[in-house]
T-cell receptor
Framework: ETGVTQTPRHLVMGMTNKKSLKCEQHLGHNAMYWYKQSAKKPLELMFVYSLEERVENNSVPSRFSPECPNSSHLFLHLHTLQPEDSALYLC???????????????FGQGTRLTVV | KNEVEQSPQNLTAQEGEFITINCSYSVGISALHWLQQHPGGGIVSLFMLSSGKKKHGRLIATINIQEKHSSLHITASHPRDSAVYICAVLNYGGATNKLIFGTGTLLAVQP
């Protein structure tokens, strides 16, 4: 148990469906992240929220829509996905101290998404 | 070319062997993580280091900032060590730090 919880663990959805991934952390961290892990590729950063504000979006398609209602919760809303979006989606959190020491990231278990 | 390179990509070892996984990076960093990912996806942070050496149980991580290189060593390896080991560097700059990941090393320890 790392303190970062993701639900659901597995999700199968059709290309016309709308679904959401949820991430929750109770570590008191002020930054949360969505990563995508595709087969045989490094993890790719999708979104960063720091102090509940989105500070980085690495040119992710608009069919992925993040939401961070508070510092403990992060969502990834999915709509009209493509089969190539099938991947493991990982949430992480950290305590960012700008100008301070580097911070350790804590990861959730991931959501295995299959788009059919 | 990836900014973070790991070697080997795949490694098979016999139980009890000493294992080394290497990581080289080409960007400026404030720290480096070694992560372990078991089948099923969950990722656990093993070490975060920015200089020298850290030890935890049978795991040892070293980093050479000048050479932009880190190694993860496993002593007396065991089948339960079988996992993907990922090197990730914390790249400073911008509004927040971000992790850049290697492609991982798949380790299989056979009994």
């Amino acid at each position: 148990e790392t303190g970062v919880t993701q639900t659901p663990r597995h999700l199968v959805m059709g290309m016309t469906n709308k679904k959401s991934l949820k991430c929750e952390q109770h570590l008191g961290h002020n930054a949360m992240y969505w990563y995508k892990q595709s087969a045989k590729k490094p993890l790719e950063l999708m979104f960063v929220y720091s102090l509940e504000e989105r500070v980085e979006n690495n040119s992710v398609p608009s069919r992925f829509s993040p939401e961070c209602p508070n510092s403990s919760h992060l969502f990834l809303h999915l709509h009209t996905l493509q089969p190539e979006d099938s991947a493991l989606y990982l949430c992480a959190s950290s305590q960012e101290e700008f100008g301070g020491s580097p911070s350790e990231a804590f990861f959730g278990q991931g959501t295995r998404l299959t788009v059919v | 070319k990836n900014e973070v390179e790991q070697s080997p990509q795949n490694l098979t070892a016999q139980e009890g062997e000493f294992i080394t996984i290497n990581c080289s990076y080409s960007v400026g960093i404030s720290a480096l993580h070694w992560l372990q990912q078991h089948p099923g996806g969950g990722i656990v942070s093993l070490f975060m280091l920015s200089s020298g050496k850290k030890k935890h149980g049978r795991l040892i991580a070293t980093i050479n900032i000048q050479e932009k290189h880190s190694s993860l060593h496993i002593t007396a390896s065991h089948p339960r060590d079988s996992a993907v080991y990922i090197c990730a560097v914390l790249n400073y700059g911008g509004a927040t730090n971000k992790l850049i990941f290697g492609t991982g090393t798949l380790l299989a320890v056979q009994p």
